[in-house]
């Protein structure tokens, strides 16, 4: 580790000490707990204006023929909204103010007898060698991100603290808190401020502090405090989605392909690492999707290298691949009754889709989620797959309807199949979903 990266490294460790985040280890704290070293190591991300360099302790790493403490941990519940649901409802909000919890996972109190199994090792001196007497041991007295339950003691921490609010804000961070990342609409400048205030108020409450407050109205980023406006020059990441808040649009990021040895595990990484909750990409993804159904259908192991022919597929698929994608308008117009929702579905012997539309009064059309899914290897007629696209699509309308608290919503369920149409209305027991549809 370099010398610069290595004395931000220390700062971090050092800063964590004086916050009490962190603390040193003597000898009577062996007397409580059990006892376990986590490994530790520096993820750095150079488009972050607040934490650049962060330090992951590793929970999951373990010596030969021993658990990992991730492993002898209670998960916990999921409690976290739907990560689709809060995008959906980003997109209905035509004035939007976004912000963050600051280094929240760090502000939940670790209890005393299970600091211990958050032990680590850092250097007394970084300018020394390391030997044993340039180790110092320090333990956690805060919840550290990479623990497997930490997601769920920071998601019932604040569901329990914004339930003891009451308040229409309160309510709305419930449905619109993520993890860290807050989204609240408004309805303009002066709710906004006022909205503000109160998360501000609602945080400090838990003594936490939220910052890099961002909106789509410019007049609210001017008037917010220096101190909590984001310091952003075009592009904000919420959620995963790049944001560009001055032209309220949003686009999703894909991830370039490099030139490895290719083999099942490889590709199916690459697909697999292309982030897009929405379903934007769905036509792209689907043709990589079904190169690796290819594969498996041949029974290549998971590191055996794909054939010449197989090779020279991957190599067109992997050139067509786009470097930026179009922009997509952020604000779709607020779900009502006044709109209407039109589902695309089809299927071919190869896959099968749905993509749902808001249609509004105005005849302006907007795509808001997507889904596809690759045909079965042992094979499926067109007609069965057909009907699965309508069931896909039946699920979406109930997913956004559901998300948006919303009913007697006018939807339109788009299909070419005569037979799974038939089917759907005839409500034909032997075949498998028509009930549901």
């Given amino acids: 580790m370099k010398l610069q990266l290595l004395s931000r490294y220390n700062q971090t460790i050092e800063e964590q000490l004086n916050s009490n985040i962190i603390e040193k280890v003597s000898s009577e704290m062996n007397e409580v707990g059990i006892i376990h070293y986590l490994p530790h190591h ?67 109190e670790l209890h005393p007898t299970d600091r ?60 619109n808190l993520y993890v860290d990342n ?24 838990a003594s936490m502090n939220v910052r890099e407050f961002l909106s789509n ?24 989605l790049n944001w560009y808040h001055k032209q309220d649009i949003i686009q999703v990021t894909l991830k370039p392909w490099f030139g490895k040895k290719l083999t099942k595990r490889i590709i199916l990484q690459f697909v697999a690492s292309q982030y897009d909750p929405l379903g934007f990409i769905v036509p792209i993804l689907i043709r990589f999707k079904l190169f690796l159904q ?54 071919s012997t190869a896959a099968y889709s749905a993509a749902l539309y808001i249609r509004t009064q105005e005849r302006e059309v907007f795509l808001v989620f997507a889904k596809s899914r690759i045909a079965p290897i042992k094979g499926m007629s067109i007609p069965r797959l057909e009907l699965l696209a309508i069931l896909i699509g039946v699920r979406m309308v109930q997913f956004v309807l559901k998300q948006k608290e919303l009913e007697d919503v006018i939807t339109i369920l788009w299909s070419d199949s005569q037979c799974a149409l038939h089917w759907v209305h005839n409500n034909i027991s032997q075949v498998n979903k028509t009930q549901l549809i």
């Fill in 294 to 347: 290819t594969l498996w259908k041949k029974n290549l192991s998971w590191d055996q290298t794909i054939s010449e022919e197989d090779e020279t597929t991957w190599k067109l698929l992997t050139n067509e691949w786009p470097k930026k994608l179009k922009d997509l308008p952020r604000f779709t117009k607020n779900c009502s009754k006044q709109v209407q929702f039109h589902v695309f579905t089809d299927a």
């Fill in 217 to 240: 109205d410019q007049e609210v980023n001017e008037k917010l405090p220096v101190q909590d406006r984001a310091v952003v020059s075009s592009i904000k990441k919420i959620l995963g």
């Fill in 116 to 175: 211990n199994c958050t032990r680590f090792l850092w250097l007394k001196d970084i300018r020394s060698p390391v030997n044993e007497e340039n180790v110092s041991c320090y333990r956690f007295q805060r919840v550290p991100f990479g623990i497997v339950s930490s997601p769920f003691l920071l998601s019932a921490t604040l569901n329990y603290h914004l339930e003891t609010c009451k308040s229409k804000i309160a309510l709305e961070l419930r449905k």
């Fill in 182 to 205: 807050i989204i609240i609409p408004t309805k303009g400048t002066n709710e906004a401020l006022s909205n503000y205030k109160e998360i501000k108020i609602i945080f400090n409450e």
């Fill in 42 to 108: 520096e993820v750095i991300t150079p488009n972050k204006t607040t934490t650049n360099l962060r330090i992951v302790y590793d929970a999951s790493a373990h010596c030969k023929g021993m658990k990992s403490l991730n492993d002898v941990l209670y998960r916990g519940p999921i409690t976290l909204p739907d990560l689709v649901g809060v995008l959906l409802r980003f997109r209905t909000m035509k004035n939007v103010i976004i912000a963050d919890v600051e280094k929240a996972f760090l502000q939940i």
